[in-house]
């Protein structure tokens, strides 16, 4: 988790990161309700991950349907954790992020 957390924070400024952070909390509340306290930090792990892994598949200009072939949300642990199994609905909320992660990846 830790250099998952880094890197988002190098990439989106700490400013942003803390947004994403808090965001990503908020709608673990709204939609995984059934999680325990201890299993938050998994699923902002597993929600931060996907959606570093999504934003550099779109960097690509890889399609969301391949996109999410490549994913392993139907697992059970996975999809307790991951805020929508859909690649389009899950983009929908991370918008603003994804396009800042992408314009980050394609200047480089």
């Given amino acids: 988790m830790e250099k998952c957390t880094l890197l988002l924070n190098e ?18 509340g709204k939609r995984k309700k059934e999680l325990k306290i201890r299993e938050w930090l998994e699923a902002i792990h597993f929600n931060h991950q996907a959606l570093l892994f999504i934003a550099t598949q779109k960097a690509e200009e890889i399609d969301e349907k391949t996109i999410e ?17 859909d690649v389009s ?3 929908k909320i991370y918008k603003d992020y994804i396009e800042d992660i992408v314009s980050f990846i394609k200047r480089k």
């Fill in 11 to 28: 990439i989106l400024g700490q400013e942003k990161w803390c947004k994403l952070f808090l965001d990503t909390l908020k709608n673990i």
């Fill in 69 to 85: 072939e490549s994913l392993q949300w139907k697992e059970d642990k996975v999809s307790r954790f991951i805020l929508d199994d």
């Fill in 89 to 91: 609905e899950f983009c």
